[in-house]
């Protein structure tokens, strides 16, 4: 009898995912139709699994867990809009005899850190676009060379 489950383990805090919402969706032709939402429990599970016996099918599901909401939830300071509001994974069913398990680890530690590394990029790529619209240095110094640009 084939099953899906999740489990959520939240690796900044070495504890696990504790009250996640999870939402689980079934694809259906262009669209995905919501199956089923559930909580995680103490222990970072459902209490039962998201789909088994007749009910778990072969096909494309999509689960998404409401992890921005809980990051909130655990007093993690966060900037606003938080980096993260939820984390979405498609995948597929072939066999539906099989045991389907997706873990999911958290970490908004880690989530800091992209952020960080995005927000630094960003301001990197809007100074060099600045140059590029203005005086021209990194084309006259030779820092990017205009067959880059041109």
Known sequence: MG??????????????????????????NADYALVKEVTTNGDGRCEVPLLEAEAFTSGAYRLVFSAGSYVAAQGVRAPEPPFVYEVTLDFGVADAAAHYHVPLLISPGEWRQLEEGIIQRTRLLNLILADLYGPQRLLRDGIIPPALIY
């Open 3 to 28: 099953q899906l489950t999740t489990h959520v383990l939240d690796t900044a805090h070495g504890r696990r995912g504790a009250g996640m919402r999870v939402r689980l969706y079934r694809r259906r």
